[in-house]
């Protein structure tokens, strides 16, 4: 199992910017892919972005131009830069870790308020 620890949520206004982190505990050469996801309450839990090994990144619709997820491989961590938000942006957001020694991994959450 991966342990990932995320970090830099927060309370911001709607058109405001905030930037995610998150610092897995193995190395990148044994991760395949590393990306955000998010749960509103209420709600299901949805993809927001995705980074895989190589380069290639996902967005959803609701979030394509506004997010940018980028990644450092000798840090082990992967970043969520917000732009823009939206009220309905505001969610937990999990960062998670597909690697070579185990299914998925999910890190612990970190809150994302966007006030209106």
């Known amino acids: 199992q991966v342990q990932l620890v995320e970090s830099g949520g927060g309370l911001v206004q709607a058109g405001g910017s905030l930037r995610l982190s998150c610092a897995a505990s193995v190395s990148s050469l044994a991760i395949t892919a590393m990306g955000w996801a998010r749960q509103a309450p209420g709600k299901q839990r949805e993809l927001v972005a995705t980074?895989?090994?190589?380069?290639?990144?996902n967005y959803p619709d609701p979030v394509k131009d506004r997010f940018t997820i980028s990644r450092d491989y000798t840090k082990n961590t992967v970043y969520l830069q917000m732009n823009s938000l939206k009220p309905e942006d505001t969610a937990v957001y999990y960062c998670y870790a597909d690697s070579i020694f185990s299914a998925r991994s999910w890190g612990q959450g970190t809150q994302v308020t966007v006030s209106s």
């Open positions: 980074f895989h090994t190589g380069g290639r990144t």
